[in-house]
């Protein structure tokens, strides 16, 4: 049973393992939702993320005979870290099973904390049940990343930490995944204050609570397909289902579009790298009414490897009209490209890619196809730079940008 008193337990031990993660006032969120926006920045945890505080309270009620076996889990990445640091300080064996589209930084991480890592299936789903079989077959003690109500205690002292810093707070927003987090955060929320609301926000394509939320029983999703990795989960715990659907305000969805468009936002405005599981919570700002009230987002974590940072800034500025790619014929003549050159430049639009296609025609003299990506300030200065095109006489289409 969830208690206050275990949540001032756990609030004491994780502060052996857990760096002060104050919270951080938004100007530039607060101005776009209308209210104060403060973000918890647990993406500046040792290992990345909130869930080394599960992970160490859970192994430490353990007894020794248990943590003898070794420890096993399945994670997708930050879980895996948490088990394998608190394992560490634990002077004990861990096992990470792990799906095999883990970013390869969350991988190396927890490899480097001396755990040893297996990697399996496609999903936390197909990982967790590999780690179940191997967790009977060898006799290794299972530290469940969700479905766990110690593990789930452990990440409610992030509730605590807010109020001690907002203890007028009105709104907090929390990520969900298998739904351990806004289990233990909605419930020390309410009880610290049984009127504050408390909202979990889910991937639209990995929304396996909300679902299990309108059937009224926990439910498996049949596919799950989102980039926030993190929560790319298929079934929510059902041992902290009662919980969270006592004390869960609300639960709203965000596509991955609105998760890229965070990102910028938090490394523009912030500069801070927040995965896109944690980017949930700044997304869902844009789908509430918060106007003049107190809100927390929770950041999970920030574990994400370069080559997916580097997809998501470009994708980003593709979908904020900063990177936009036009189709022009033109005559195959010299001085037309340059021409077109000129017309951009005069735009201070800055040309970063070409290509000239002869073949789009057979009759090259009459026209060949110049593509051109561009750099600009947005939506307003792409509409000058085609206008500026069209001026002088050429009919540019807009297409699909590939980098």
């Known amino acids: ?3 206050l008193e275990k949540f001032e337990e756990a609030s004491e031990l994780v502060k052996k393992v857990t760096n002060s993660t104050k919270l951080v006032y938004s100007d530039y969120l607060s101005e776009q939702s209308g209210g104060k926006v403060y973000l918890k920045p647990e993406n500046m945890q040792h290992t990345g993320a909130y869930k080394i505080r599960g992970a160490y309270y859970k192994i430490s009620t353990l007894s020794d005979e248990e943590r003898g076996r070794g420890l096993i889990t399945a994670s997708a990445g930050n879980h895996a870290q948490g088990v394998a640091f608190a394992a560490k ?4 064996k861990a096992v990470i099973v792990m799906p095999t589209v883990t970013p390869l930084i969350k991988v190396n991480r927890t490899k480097s904390y001396g755990a040893e890592v297996i990697l399996h299936g496609d999903v936390y789903d197909d990982a967790y049940a590999y780690a179940c079989e191997l967790a009977e077959k060898e006799g290794y003690t299972f530290v469940h990343p969700f479905n766990d109500i110690d593990v789930a205690t452990g990440q409610g002292t992030i509730a605590m930490e807010i109020f001690k810093e907002l203890p007028l707070v009105e709104y907090i927003l929390v990520p969900i995944g298998g739904g351990g987090l ?6 020390l929320a309410k ?3 049984p009127k504050i609301k408390v909202i979990g926000v889910e ?3 990995a929304n396996c609570m909300q679902a299990s939320f309108a059937a009224g029983k926990v439910t498996t ?7 926030a990795d993190g929560t790319a989960v298929k079934t929510p715990g059902s041992k902290i289902f009662p919980y969270i659907r006592q004390n869960l305000d609300d639960i709203i969805t965000v596509e991955d579009d609105e998760l890229v468009a965070a990102f910028l936002d938090m490394v523009e405005n912030h ?10 919570t700044v997304a869902a700002l844009k789908h509430l009414d918060v106007s003049d009230k107190r809100i927390v987002s929770i950041l999970s974590g920030g574990n994400m490897d370069v080559i997916t940072m580097s997809s998501v800034v470009q994708q980003g500025l593709i979908l904020r009209d900063r990177i936009f790619t036009v189709s022009v014929l033109l005559p195959d ?4 490209l340059c021409k077109v050159s000129g017309i951009i430049a005069a735009q201070q639009g800055n040309v970063i890619k070409l290509e000239h296609n002869q073949f789009v025609t057979t009759n090259r003299s009459a026209a060949v196809e110049l593509r051109i990506t561009l750099e600009c300030f947005g939506t307003d200065h792409k509409k000058q730079i085609i206008k500026a095109l069209e001026k002088e006489g050429y009919k540019p289409k807009v297409v699909r940008t590939s980098l």
């Open 203 to 205: 991937p639209a394509g």
């Open 89 to 92: 300080k634990f002077g004990c």
């Open 191 to 193: 009880l610290l204050n």
């Open 1 to 3: 049973m969830m208690t």
């Open 333 to 336: 003549k010299p001085g037309e």
């Open 182 to 187: 806004a289990t233990g955060v909605s419930t």
């Open 271 to 280: 500069k801070m790298i927040v995965e896109n599981s944690g980017l949930l």
């Open 221 to 227: 999703l049949p596919t799950v397909s989102t980039i």
